[in-house]
């Protein structure tokens, strides 16, 4: 589960929330503003813009700044409230391979349609894959090449490794290109195992192996491509399965529940405070009902909402999107 932070997403520019009985009189539009983050600074002091590699994720911390985490030079970035840069780390932290995809001619039967290129083939800090806050405020990065998953403070400082780095495996210990991380009422961490070995592992909170499920397939309980994964406030775990182009709901010990099927690729997920989920562009009930539609786009590649009720969407094309929502009475009611 990411840390439940605000209620809303959005990933276009504007669009309109299609209202349940309780705001039958209001509509909630989402509006774009393009001014964050804040310019950078040239040499000369003058204002430049920031060039971030490919935005694998973003998060919201505990006093509202605004976690970056992106495919180049100082991966992880913070920033204030308003747009303002704090400080970066993370340079030596990810690996520098590439996730990519099998060729249909040479994939096996069965098996991953994924792969990982390192060397001068790969580039630069792309083993970053997805970051997360945890409820106590510890912040999570995934690094998919490398294998592993990083527990750390919010100076930065690593407290907790999950698997070997730069050792694929399906063991207890070691993943194989993993996507993302969430976390249960009871502190318990589940990794998403995705690109390579198709499961869910989950973890003690000091990070002792307790039990995984999934394989790949299309059944109920097996994935094709398992990259994001939230866990609500019952400790039900929903999995995007985004090569089948659904989402899986699991209880807490991995039994199948339900699924929501035709979906499309979608690559985010996110859970609000008051228990809704968006799934890519689509907010749900947590039966999967749909409540709100976001046209125009999947949702990025990451999300967060601040306490603000301000959205910020990961975009690899190197954008940060922030939107900002604001209540209009509906036709008839003004």
């Known amino acids: 589960m990411t840390i439940t932070r605000p209620t809303w997403f959005a990933a276009v520019a504007v669009f309109a929330w299609t209202t349940t009985a309780s705001l039958s009189a209001q509509s909630l539009l989402f509006s774009e503003v393009d001014t964050w983050p804040g310019s950078a600074t040239s040499a000369a002091g003058t204002p430049a813009a920031w060039n971030f590699g490919q935005v694998a994720g973003v998060a919201t911390t505990a006093n509202g700044y605004i976690l970056v985490l992106h495919r180049g030079a100082k991966p992880i970035m913070l920033f204030d409230p ?62 998919a090449p490398g294998h592993v998953v990083y527990k750390m403070d919010f100076q930065g400082r690593v407290l907790m490794e999950l698997g070997s780095k730069g050792v694929a495996g399906q063991s207890r210990n070691t993943f194989n290109l993993p996507t993302d991380v969430g976390f249960g009422t009871d502190g318990a961490v ?31 309980g097996k994935f094709g491509l398992p990259h994001n994964l939230i866990v609500d406030a019952q400790d039900r775990v929903y999995v995007t399965d985004r090569d089948n182009q659904r989402v899986e709901v699991f209880d807490a010990d991995g039994q199948f529940l339900s699924e929501w099927p035709t979906l499309g690729g979608n690559s985010a997920l996110f859970l609000t405070v008051d228990q809704h989920i968006w799934s890519g562009g689509m907010l749900r009930t947590l039966d999967g009902d749909p409540l709100a539609t976001l046209p125009g786009g999947d949702g990025g590649h990451g999300m967060t909402v601040t306490g603000d009720d301000e959205v910020f969407v990961a975009q690899l094309d190197g954008r940060v999107q922030r939107f900002v929502k604001r209540e209009v009475a509906e036709e008839g009611e003004r």
Do not use: M
């Not at 690996?95 to 995809?101: A, I, P």
């Open 82 to 143: 308003g747009g303002r840069f704090v400080r970066a780390w993370g340079d030596g932290l990810f690996s520098h391979g590439k996730v990519g995809g099998i060729g249909a001619a040479h994939r096996q039967p069965g098996e991953s349609g994924y792969t990982a290129v390192y060397g001068p083939a790969g580039c630069f800090n792309c083993g970053a894959h997805a970051i997360r806050v945890d409820p106590d405020g510890n912040i999570w990065v995934v690094d």
């Open 190 to 220: 589940y990794v998403s195992d995705g690109y390579g070995n198709a499961r869910v592992v989950k973890y003690s909170p000091d990070g002792h192996y307790l039990l995984q499920w999934g394989g790949r397939g299309t059944g109920p």
